[in-house]
């Protein structure tokens, strides 16, 4: 695809902008990414370009963490989460493909504000992992993940409350949304969402997303973990309240 077909220039280089913050949250905290770049992308691009734009760029810059966390993870609860993934994106991707994109925008920031208020509540689910309970948190996380990208939070608030170590939590959570990532590839791709210009888009952001989650990995111990969850909080805040369709003129 030509460069002349990329988006002209100002909303080019918000979405690199958007793109670093959204790697500074992933590297201060390991999640936000998704809740920042989502809303105020989908406003410049449309959220049939920011959902798979997203997917490509998260996964590329990801894959070098993907081979110690299958060695740590505990592929058994990794796996009944995919169960119901496997269910849960396609049927996002319809939404993504069928809604209206104003309508699906609505949607997609007052999803970002709810799962920032779950994360923000500091709520965590304490029971033992449990295989219904599992598919169904999958299913969610799925769902969310085929229309929006947004699927983490509930994975999150689902391990991080229970009885496992924190390595093993993480390891799960990064095995999880690599695989999760690829269902999303597979089912956008059928879907006709993968095409040359998101593929060079993805391209361009990569590098600025990676050296996002590298800058905001090195900032972390020059502060304390709380202010930087808070910091973040307040980054997906103000990417969901900019993002809505309100503002549109």
């Known amino acids: 695809m030509p460069l002349s077909e990329l988006p002209p220039a100002p909303q080019l280089v918000a979405t690199l902008a958007v793109a670093f913050l959204a790697g500074l949250a992933r590297g201060f905290s390991g999640f936000g990414s998704a809740l920042i770049f989502i809303p105020l992308t989908s406003a410049t691009l449309g959220p049939r370009l920011a959902a798979p734009l997203l997917m490509l760029v998260d996964n590329l810059t ?27 994106v396609p049927a996002g991707a319809w939404l993504l493909l069928q809604m209206d994109p104003v309508t699906l925008r609505w949607g997609v920031c007052l999803t970002a504000f709810a799962m920032l208020a779950l994360l923000a509540s500091g709520w965590r689910y304490h029971g033992r992992p449990a295989l219904p309970l599992s598919m169904g948190v999958g299913a969610t996380s799925g769902l969310l993940s085929g229309a929006a990208q947004l699927g983490g939070p509930p994975v999150v608030a689902y391990w991080l409350g229970g009885a496992i170590p924190a390595a093993r939590v993480r390891a799960n959570l990064m095995l999880f949304f690599a695989a999760n990532g690829v269902i999303s590839a597979a089912t956008y791709l059928l879907g006709g969402l993968l095409n040359p210009g998101v593929l060079l888009l993805a391209a361009l952001i990569a590098p600025i997303y990676a050296l996002g989650v590298w800058g905001g990995a090195r900032l972390f111990g020059l502060a304390s973990e709380a202010n930087f969850r808070r910091a973040c909080f307040l980054l997906i805040a103000a990417s969901a309240l900019l993002g809505l369709p309100l503002w549109d003129r």
Do not use: H, K, N
């Open 62 to 88: 990801t894959l070098p963490l993907i081979p110690a966390a299958w060695r740590g993870a505990d592929r058994g609860q990794v796996a009944s989460l995919l169960g119901g993934a496997i269910l849960g």
